[in-house]
């Protein structure tokens, strides 16, 4: 099973409409676009793969709907 830069196991359902080789999965691009693409459109099971401390470490780099943002926002206690 392919994994990410921090050993995390990638849904291929999240990233089925964009071409990435194999080698890509390790870097930081990457995992920061995964990160983003498991909290806009991953399930409960898909964001539970991922430590929290690692999704907020990385949240101020990462794309997400302004409703997802809020939400981590709110959870991590982070001001806006």
Known sequence: MATTKYNISIN???IWDYSFEE????TDYFFKWYLARVLNNGTAKDITTIP???IKENL???????NVRKFWDWYFKLEG
């Open 60 to 66: 101020k780099h990462l794309n997400l709907s302004s």
């Open 52 to 54: 929290f401390e690692i």
């Open 23 to 26: 080698k890509e999965y390790n």
């Open 12 to 14: 291929k359902d999240l």
